[in-house]
């Protein structure tokens, strides 16, 4: 009974923590149009982030109102970050790379069909190498022929997490950056999706870098 109170507390106060953060921060958007003509056309929409932008992204589309679907892990410590996606709006699919993977690949492959969904994946996730794009679900992105977006998130304050991914938190009234970038040509990509992939979500990110220290 300790224990699941101690757990509800911590969950709590991250929920009300990162509300409260959100709530005093600027956003600024580059390429909203890309994304927007995008939920026009009759085809699923496969959005790649890295692992350390998530809550960024997260409290992006919580802020539009916007309801989309990621993968939580079933470990313990993301069950609390679950808790506070869900409550941002987002649909979740439980499992990882290590634990429930077919549950996964099983609620992707269903969502690619639906030409409306809209899925968010953090490539690089649960466990890294941060910033390197693991196979499975852009493979799976690209047989289906989801449109393939790149999304970043950057913040002019934060805190970084010593965790495998360096997770970022805004601080308080600072001002977050999300970019969307050119659908990825799913022409000649041969058998090199991923790297091709990995380098189309950095060099994204690197610009996004670049405009928000501009």
């Given at each position: 009974m300790l224990k699941y109170y101690k757990y509800w507390l911590l969950k709590t106060i991250l929920r009300i923590g990162l509300n409260s953060i959100l709530a005093t921060c600027k956003w600024k958007t580059y390429n909203a149009e890309i994304f927007l003509d995008a939920q026009k056309k009759n085809r699923s929409i496969f959005l790649c982030c890295w692992h350390s932008r998530f809550i960024l992204i997260a409290g992006y589309f919580k802020k539009i109102k916007l309801s989309i679907w990621s993968v939580s892990s079933t470990h313990k410590d993301s069950e609390l970050?679950?808790?506070?996606?869900?409550?941002?709006?987002?649909?979740?699919?439980?499992?990882?790379?290590?634990?429930?993977?077919?549950?996964?690949l099983k609620g992707l492959i269903r969502l690619f069909k639906k030409n409306n969904s809209i899925i968010a994946i953090t490539n690089d996730g649960p466990k890294g190498p941060a910033m390197v794009a693991k196979k499975g679900s852009v493979v799976l992105a690209l047989?289906?022929?989801?449109?393939?977006?790149?999304?970043?998130?950057?913040?002019?304050?934060?805190?970084?997490?010593?965790?495998?991914?360096?997770?970022?938190?805004?601080?308080?009234?600072?001002?977050?950056?999300?970019?969307?970038?050119?659908?990825?040509?799913?022409?000649?990509?041969?058998?090199?999706?991923?790297?091709?992939?990995?380098?189309?979500?950095?060099?994204?990110?690197?610009d996004l870098n670049n405009k928000n220290k501009s």
């Open positions: 970050m679950a808790s506070i996606l869900e409550g941002w709006g987002l649909q979740l699919i439980r499992g990882s790379s290590t634990r429930g993977w077919s549950n996964v047989k289906n022929n989801a449109q393939i977006i790149a999304v970043s998130g950057a913040a002019s304050r934060f805190w970084k997490l010593s965790s495998w991914d360096g997770t970022i938190i805004p601080k308080p009234f600072s001002t977050i950056y999300i970019q969307f970038s050119e659908p990825l040509d799913h022409k000649n990509i041969g058998g090199q999706e991923v790297n091709i992939v990995s380098d189309y979500i950095t060099n994204n990110y690197n």
